[in-house]
């Protein structure tokens, strides 16, 4: 009993992949149908040869002749709208499959990303390579194969030593593709992994285009995109020289069989042992047989790349499980706790936060100052529950963060990051975080923040596009969208990371005034920043140095410490923090 149990434990998971894949099967069965019928509809040009040669030229039968030839149009026809029907439904298999699983891999993706995985969007790219094949011809060689001994048996019939020729003419193809699988899988994996780091590279460089162009660091991105190219064309090289051989080989016996055929065919007709028709036929049959094995060698190398891109999608599945769906909280009313809370980047042993605890309540604004990499942002991180604790805990109202529904908690959080990156639509979109919204609502966000009258300045007010095809918003412009994207549908908790970075006096102004208003509505606030305008505004203060909580109080009695420390040879830092307040 324990064994079985252990055994079923060993069970790999089934995922996403897995059951999208379950649910295709009856497709494919549909898919089967229709490779078994278009086999059989194939037996009729051989069948025609078969009975034009042996029938008609013998009897002369003219009728005979056109019914054949109008049979055989027949089954062509219907042939040739299976094939149509076929290639439709391998169009929208491979269309279902991205559309299932696209969502799937952009959110295992994002979540990949937070745990400090970099491969970006690969697995939407690997996705579209399986979806690629699908839509392939090569795909119908796996409806196409099983009907392979159907024409050797045929071939049989007519004569068995064309039969054995058939049969061992395939087992040969066969022999020589697994054999070209074995010497070109190696380097084939090993392009296909160098074109990704390839493919990194270039997208770096493009989305630092400013950057790389500002401080000519052109050619050094260019040699590095290179160095991964050129292993990914080397190994690419390496494969089709490996295969090029064994190509050449199955095609010389592909060729050369057919003609054998014939030859065969000939000398069993001039033998007496097979009529013309037998023998044209034949040959036929053979074409037929070994059509699926010379399409498989074709398309090998798109089937290789999609094997590989399938088992990387599983194994990114595997590595990174879909969250479970949690039962839906009642809103909070945004009292946030953190209790001994450490947290080490994923991968690394060195904490960035050490024992933090603290807690904000509705209505108040905490500030949270203190030099350069003593773990402010990373402190904001874990309250809008990007990341999570390594240890301790950060409660919203008494639950832990990582039992909400992440985002069932984003409706509550309202967060501005210190890089603030708008997304390509219009403004309106970046306040309604790119869904659906009433103007209402995005007016009001925008006037809670205090950039109403910034959006009427531009071109086309809340409809103007930014990003790709659209306007470039400066950083001060971007800093007050973000706000408004932050403060939207007025969430209960709102983490600001440096909000005033990028702001003029009138920038800081508005800020302060939408800070102002926030608390009036009962909103957790949580500003990272030391400016004059953010202290004023704060009912606490708490320093963090060193990824720990070194001072936490009231506003003035923490900066009286402060200023006290600052006169007793302070942190500069600190002291700023101290004399601009
Ligand atoms: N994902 C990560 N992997 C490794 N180290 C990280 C990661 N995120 C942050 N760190 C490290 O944690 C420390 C704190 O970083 P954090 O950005 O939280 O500091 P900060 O107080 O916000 O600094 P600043 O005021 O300069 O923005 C830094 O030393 C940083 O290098």
Same mark, same amino acid.
């Given at each position: 009993? #324990? ?8 069970? +790999? ?9 379950a ?6 069965w549909?898919l089967?149908l ?7 509809? =194939?037996?009729?040009p051989?069948l ?15 009728e005979t002749?056109?019914?054949?030839? !109008?049979?055989t149009?027949?089954?062509l &026809?219907?042939f040739? &709208?299976?094939?149509a029907?076929r290639?439709?439904?391998? #169009?929208?298999l491979?269309?279902w499959l =991205? ?7 952009l959110?295992?993706s994002v979540?990949a ?10 697995p939407l790219?690997d ?6 094949f699908?839509?392939?011809?090569g ?6 194969g +099983? ?5 050797l ?6 004569h ?7 049969? #061992? ?5 066969f022999?020589?593709?697994v054999?070209?699988?074995?010497v ?7 392009s296909?992994l160098?074109q ?5 590279h ?13 401080m ?19 190994a ?7 295969g090029?051989?064994?190509l ?8 050369f069989?057919?003609? !054998? ?12 042992? @097979? ?6 036929a ?6 037929? *047989?070994?059509?699926p094995?010379?399409g498989?060698?074709g398309a090998w190398?798109?089937?290789s790349? *999609?094997?590989? /891109? ?6 990114q @599945?595997? !590595? ?5 769906v949690?039962t ?7 009292v946030l706790? @953190?209790?001994?809370v ?5 991968g ?6 050490r024992?933090?605890?603290?807690? #904000?309540?509705?209505?108040?604004v905490?500030?949270v100052?203190?030099p ?23 409660r919203?109202?008494g ?8 985002e069932?908690?984003?409706q509550?959080i309202?967060?501005l990051?210190q ?14 975080r790119?869904?659906?919204?009433? $103007?209402e ?5 925008a ?9 009427q ?5 809340? $409809?103007?596009?930014i ?7 400066s950083g ?6 973000? &706000? ?6 007025? +969430?209960?908790?709102i983490?600001?990371?440096? +909000?005033?970075?990028?702001l003029?006096?009138?920038?800081? /102004?508005?800020l302060? *005034?939408a800070?102002?208003? =926030? ?11 030391h400016?004059?305008s ?14 720990r909580v ?8 923490v ?14 830092q $600190?002291? $700023?923090?101290a004399?601009? /307040?």
């Amino acid at each position: 009993m #324990a064994l079985i149990e252990g055994s079923s434990f060993r069970q +790999p998971r089934r995922t996403q992949l897995d059951q999208a894949v379950a649910a295709c099967r009856s497709t494919a069965w549909v898919l089967a149908l229709f490779g078994l019928a278009s086999n059989v509809l =194939m037996l009729a040009p051989p069948l025609y040869m078969l009975q034009v040669y042996d029938r008609v030229m013998v009897s002369g039968a003219i009728e005979t002749l056109i019914m054949l030839t !109008a049979m055989t149009a027949g089954a062509l &026809l219907v042939f040739g &709208l299976l094939d149509a029907t076929r290639s439709a439904i391998t #169009a929208r298999l491979g269309s279902w499959l =991205m559309a299932q699983l696209g969502p799937v891999y952009l959110a295992n993706s994002v979540r990949a990303r937070l745990a400090g995985d970099g491969g970006g969007a690969q697995p939407l790219r690997d996705l579209q390579s399986v979806q690629t094949f699908i839509t392939s011809p090569g795909f119908n060689v796996f409806f196409d194969g +099983p009907w392979v001994p159907i024409f050797l048996i045929l071939g049989w019939l007519l004569h068995p030593w064309l039969g054995v020729l058939a049969i #061992a003419s395939a087992v040969l193809l066969f022999s020589l593709g697994v054999a070209n699988e074995y010497v070109t899988r190696k380097p084939t994996i090993a392009s296909s992994l160098s074109q990704i780091a390839a493919t990194k590279h270039a997208e770096a460089t493009i989305r630092n285009a400013e950057v790389v162009r500002a401080m000519g660091m052109l050619p050094a991105m260019i040699a590095l995109w290179q160095s991964s190219n050129e292993v990914a064309l080397s190994a690419q090289q390496r494969a089709a020289e490996r295969g090029a051989l064994l190509l050449g080989i199955t095609k010389f016996v592909r060729y050369f069989v057919q003609s !054998a055929s014939l030859g065969i065919g000939a000398y069993l007709v001039l033998q007496g042992s @097979l009529s013309s028709g037998g023998m044209i036929a034949s040959s036929i049959l053979l074409g037929r *047989a070994l059509a699926p094995v010379e399409g498989a060698m074709g398309a090998w190398r798109s089937f290789s790349m *999609a094997r590989i /891109a399938y088992r990387r999608l599983q194994a990114q @599945l595997r !590595a990174m499980p879909e969250e479970p769906v949690r039962t839906r909280l009642p809103a909070p009313e945004g009292v946030l706790t @953190l209790r001994n809370v450490s947290f080490a980047a994923p991968g690394s042993r060195v904490p960035i936060l050490r024992s933090v605890s603290f807690e #904000a309540v509705p209505g108040e604004v905490l500030a949270v100052i203190g030099p350069s990499a003593g773990g402010k942002s990373t402190l904001c991180r874990l309250l809008v529950g990007i990341a999570e604790p390594s240890s301790g805990e950060v409660r919203l109202d008494g639950s832990e963060l990582r039992h909400w529904n992440a985002e069932e908690l984003g409706q509550h959080i309202g967060y501005l990051p210190q890089d603030v990156e708008l997304f390509s639509g219009t403004i309106r979109d970046n306040i309604a975080r790119m869904s659906e919204a009433e $103007d209402e609502a995005v007016v009001e966000a925008a006037m809670l923040a205090h950039a109403h009258e910034l959006i009427q300045r531009l071109p086309q007010g809340y $409809d103007t596009v930014i990003g790709e095809g659209g306007i470039r918003l400066s950083g001060g412009q971007r800093q007050r969208i973000g &706000l408004a994207r932050a403060v939207y549908r007025i +969430p209960r908790i709102i983490v600001l990371d440096e +909000p005033n970075a990028n702001l003029d006096t009138s920038g800081e /102004a508005a800020l302060s *005034a939408a800070i102002d208003e =926030m608390k009036r509505h009962h909103c957790t606030l949580l500003i990272v920043g030391h400016r004059p305008s953010t202290i004023a505004l704060a009912d606490r203060i708490l320093l963090m140095k060193e990824g720990r909580v070194e001072l936490i109080g009231p506003r003035d009695e923490v900066l009286k410490r402060l200023r006290k420390a600052s006169s007793d040879k302070a942190q500069p830092q $600190d002291a $700023d923090a101290a004399r601009s /307040a």
